[in-house]
């Protein structure tokens, strides 16, 4: 039976076409009828969008008839943001095969690499895929190209296809079924099957993704997490063929998905091994490794009132994707809020949308931090999450932030302006490569901290676009740096100290206390906005103190306007955080917080 | 103190606003219609019909304001006067003011005003300098406005006139000149205002386009501090944020709202305080006119106070008096206790220097607490 199984996920670039080309799929092995699919298909996976969470690692099944033989073919699909190489992985678990999707017409990008370079890491068959063929400006021949240049595929076994028009993908599914190697694992076996996602059903509870590497499980059997060490009975099995379809069992190297009573989906452990209840259980698997969050903000509901509406929404993002975590955090600022961490910034920007789209919270984000380490006089090494904790300048022994390999792929005309800019950001180059005659890829190490920072829209900007980026880590380095406070009136704000280079602080010092003096409304008396490295004072604007607060006529028809307008004020007074006695609305600091120093 | 629960004070004045003007000044946010002489007739008929139904109440003060009440022709002014004559009667002593324009001011008109009673004349004059009486778009020049004084304080004899100080490109040295101008008339009263932008203004957009300046907020209150300075030397009292009289001028209408006493009111846009309720006629003179004929109540807004909302507005509209407000007083007549409520924010303010305690019982501006009487009030307000 295992023999005619073939697990495989996509992986591409965004904007390549992956959702199209598995729509296709879906409709010439004749899962989906091409009448049903814009009716049925798209609007479910519409909603899945909206909802962003289970569209990261859906599982179909599809069953195809090829010389006699019946297939069951299951695309796991990969997260929509490839770039997460942990989420990738987890999907790259579960199969034996890939398909590398690259545009016919923008060809290699940043991330394809990465992406192809983990399902090699995870000795994958790739099956190189050129999409969108029937554009008129494609140019498969270059990209195949290209990707033997950057990723070492053969052009000759590139498929071309057009997912838009169907072109290529009868011989696509051919391609899957003849080079894709079909799962090994006895169905004999102890059970042992990978958990690979899970979402929730409101009428149903947990419903777990699995993948069975070995053994076959049944409807009514009595299953074990091993890493989480619950017991549960089966009450249902099934394959997504897209919808839920039950079934008797599922055998070694099917995909599917487990109904287990269970009500909290904070039950369900991606990464987790379920095998048979009691002894005698099957070794668990390998798991997936514990993501590595480099990227950590502050996110503030910006009305106070929302924090436990913040909390909920957070909970329900983290239990469906366990690389992102968050702790309560108070500042003085910004009043309650969570230290939230992410795999990188666009895992960042994602997580924030969604929490927008989803839950109707009005965010404020602190500036994003990277993790820095540092060594104080005592010997003793410390990971720094958030600037506020990094000690006294006297403390540090050594100050060290870190380093990652940066790939950026850009058309010819633009290395020029590209080189520039890593170089300013304190990039060393390691490699520059020519993957065709249009594009080169240049390669950087690069302080984590400056591609937080602005990188990404830096070099979007200076190549109109075209240039994509790509990192990964290298290591901690260390580093000539410091806290930089930005005081009110003597009192820090905790929520504007930043982690910068020594030789930027003094530009970027001015500059905050530049636009935080234009944000901060005049008190009574004189307001100092300051920057400071520790007690020495770098940069100071001043807030002049208001000389008159009143409304020269008032006569008999102005009683109730101007009460209202007095009393409106007061409103939008009380909504306005205290730094010492200093009334500073949220608005100034998401003003400070949001644009970094565009003038 | 349940016996005050119900008990609002009986109006002792009533308020006429008359619409009509030559032209809408390009800072008038009033409820004000320009070159519609043809609505006279219907409005005559509509305010009548407004104060009818009250009964001819006798109050202590009236105060025809507008728009240009002296736009009327003398005819029409005539049979005005008639009618707001039969609609009130006038305390013995009582004070009847009529707003009045300068270029409006005629021998003729200003005797048929003494006739019927009008007692005292605040006119637009707002500045003697040509450039600044153009920019504020006024009608008249010097000399007509200094001949209209004249003529007023002659045959009327209580004369107070408004000036509009920090109005673009004015200089802290053009305003001592106004100022100097005015000092030199028989005035008994003058009020003096800083040029405040009203959204819905052209004033406003003009200066959105960045087209008017305003002057710095520190010439703002250099001018006033002179103005303060200046007056007192000229043995004008300030009694008000912006108001000064000589002696026992002061305007008496006025006191009446700072003092929470109720009003009566009539005229489209015009604002009434009668038995706890705060209620506004709505503001357009065609739609209040409408709205009078067909039987309609021309009230657009109305509101209900509470006692501690009166005790609140009589602390933070009194306060704006220079002299201050006696808390006793207003406890007393409101059944709510000021001191009590407002301990914290009156605490407030005495402990930033912006108010002070003459005498127990009492609080007033300080000083400094007269530039910043919005800060005060909005505390009292709560």
């Known amino acids: 039976m295992s023999e005619n199984i073939r697990n495989f996920c996509i992986i591409a670039h965004i904007d390549h076409g992956k959702s199209t080309l598995a729509d296709r799929l879906l409709e010439h092995t004749g899962t989906v009828a091409r009448r049903e699919m814009k009716e049925q298909l798209l609007d479910d996976l519409e909603l899945e969008r909206q909802r962003g969470i289970t569209i990261k690692a859906r599982a179909v099944a599809m069953d195809f008839k090829l010389g006699g033989k019946t297939y069951e073919l299951n695309l796991i699909d990969t997260p929509g943001h490839v770039d997460f190489q942990y989420e990738v992985s987890r999907s790259l678990v579960c199969c034996e095969g890939v398909l590398l999707l690259v545009d016919a017409f923008q060809g290699v990008e940043a991330q394809t690499v990465a992406n192809a370079y983990a399902a090699m890491e995870h000795e994958l068959q790739i099956i190189p895929v050129i999409n969108k063929i029937d554009l008129t400006h494609a140019r498969p021949d270059e990209v195949a190209e290209e990707m033997m240049n950057s990723l070492g595929t053969d052009p000759d076994e590139c498929v071309r296809v057009s997912a838009k028009t169907g072109e290529g993908i009868e011989s696509l599914v ?176 994602i997580i924030q949308q969604r929490l927008e789209n989803e839950s109707d919270i009005d965010l404020v984000q602190t500036a994003p931090n990277v993790t820095y380490e540092i060594v104080n006089k005592r010997g003793e090494t410390i990971s720094i999450h958030k600037p506020q904790d990094v000690p006294d300048p006297g403390d540090i022994e050594e100050f060290r932030q870190p380093i990652v390999r940066c790939s950026v792929i850009v058309p010819n005309d633009f290395i020029g302006a590209v080189m520039k800019l890593c170089q300013e950001r304190r990039g060393i180059q390691q490699s520059q490569e020519y993957l065709g005659a249009q594009r080169a890829m240049i390669t950087y190490h690069i302080p984590l901290a400056e591609v937080v920072y602005d990188l990404h829209d830096k070099i979007k900007s200076c190549t109109r676009g075209y240039g994509t980026l790509d990192y990964e880590m290298v290591g901690y380095e260390a580093a000539d740096l410091c806290r930089l406070d930005i005081m009110v009136n003597g009192n820090r704000v905790d929520a504007l100290s930043v982690v910068c280079n020594r030789a930027d602080a003094d530009r970027r010092g001015r500059a905050v206390a530049k636009k935080l003096k234009a944000e901060i409304e005049r008190h009574m008396f004189e307001v100092a906005v300051q920057a400071a490295i520790g007690s020495r004072v770098i940069a100071r604007e001043t807030v002049p103190a208001m000389r008159k607060n009143v409304t020269a006529k008032c006569y008999g028809g102005d009683i109730t306007r101007k009460r209202k307008l007095l009393q409106k004020q007061k409103e939008g007074k009380k909504r306005m955080k205290a730094i010492g006695n200093v009334e500073i609305s949220q608005k100034a600091f998401m003003a400070v917080l949001s644009d970094n120093e565009q003038d | 103190m349940d016996s005050l629960v119900d008990v609002w004070p009986t109006p002792r004045a009533a308020y006429l606003h008359v619409p009509f003007c030559r032209h809408r000044c390009g800072y008038c946010n009033f409820s004000v219609v320009a070159d519609r002489d043809d609505l006279i007739e219907r409005y005559l008929k509509a305010i009548d019909k407004e104060l009818r139904i009250l009964g001819r109440p006798v109050v202590d003060t009236l105060f025809v304001g507008g728009g240009t009440p002296t736009h009327f022709d003398i005819k029409t002014l005539d049979r005005f006067l008639g009618m707001v004559g039969q609609r009130f009667q006038l305390a ?258 005495i402990s930033e220097g912006l108010v002070e305690v003459p005498s127990p019982h009492w609080i007033k501006l300080s000083e400094r607490g007269i530039l910043f009487a919005d800060t005060v009030a909005s505390r009292l307000l709560g």
Not at chain 2, 310 to 320: D, P
Request: with cysteine; aromatic share 8%; net charge negative.
């Open chain 1, 174 to 349: 051919e391609a899957i079924i003849a080079h894709i190697p079909a799962p090994t694992g006895d169905a004999d076996a102890i059970l042992q099957a990978m958990v690979f996602d899970s979402n929730y059903d409101d009428y149903r509870g947990a419903i777990t993704y699995v993948r069975i590497m070995q053994g076959t499980v049944r409807t009514g059997q009595k299953i074990q997490f091993l890493r989480a060490g619950t017991q549960h009975e089966v009450v249902e099995i099934g394959r997504f063929v897209p919808h839920r379809e039950s079934c008797a069992e599922l055998k070694a190297g099917q995909v599917g998905y487990l109904i287990c009573n269970i009500k909290s989906i904070g039950d369900v452990h991606i990464g987790d091994t379920i095998s048979r209840a009691g002894s005698g259980a099957a070794e668990p698997l390998p798991g997936y490794a514990r993501p590595k969050r480099m990227v950590y903000c502050g996110l503030f509901p910006s009305d106070g009132q929302d924090f436990s509406e913040l909390r909920d929404a957070l909970e329900r993002l983290a239990v469906n994707d366990p690389s992102f975590e968050f702790e309560p955090e108070t500042s003085d600022a910004l009043g309650f809020g969570f230290r939230c961490g992410f795999l990188g910034l666009l895992h960042m920007e």
């Open chain 2, 92 to 349: 013995d002593a009582g004070e009847w003011t009529m707003e009045a324009n300068p270029e409006d001011i005629t021998s003729e008109k200003i005797t048929l005003l003494a006739e019927y009673g009008v007692n005292r004349i605040s006119l637009g004059v707002q500045s003697f300098n040509p450039n600044k009486l153009a920019l504020l778009e006024r009608g008249h020049s010097a000399q007509v406005a200094t001949a209209a004084v004249e003529l007023a304080a002659e045959v009327i004899g209580n004369v107070s006139i408004d000036l509009i100080f920090a109005a673009p490109g004015e200089t802290l040295a053009d305003w001592l000149t106004d100022l100097e101008l005015a000092i030199q008339l028989p005035l008994q009263h003058l009020s003096t205002y800083a040029l405040t932008f009203e959204k819905g203004t052209r004033f406003w957009s003009r200066r959105e386009r960045g087209d008017l300046q305003s002057p710095t907020e520190s010439c703002e209150v250099d001018m006033y501090q002179r103005t303060r300075q200046v007056l007192a030397e000229s043995l004008f009292k300030h009694y008000e944020i912006s108001s000064f009289a000589k002696s026992d001028a002061r305007c008496r209408h006025n006191l009446a709202y700072w003092q929470g006493c109720g009003w009566y009111a009539a005229g489209p846009g015009a604002a009434r305080f009668v038995e706890g309720k705060r209620e506004v006629n709505h503001r357009s003179t065609t739609t209040y006119l409408r709205r009078m004929e067909s039987g309609q109540c021309p009230t657009a807004e109305t509101e209900k106070i509470t006692r501690e909302q009166y005790a609140r507005e009589r602390a933070a509209f009194g306060v704006r008096m220079i002299d201050g407000i006696d808390l006793d007083v207003l406890t007393s007549e409101t059944g709510i206790s000021i001191a009590e409520i407002c301990s914290d924010s009156i605490g407030l303010s």
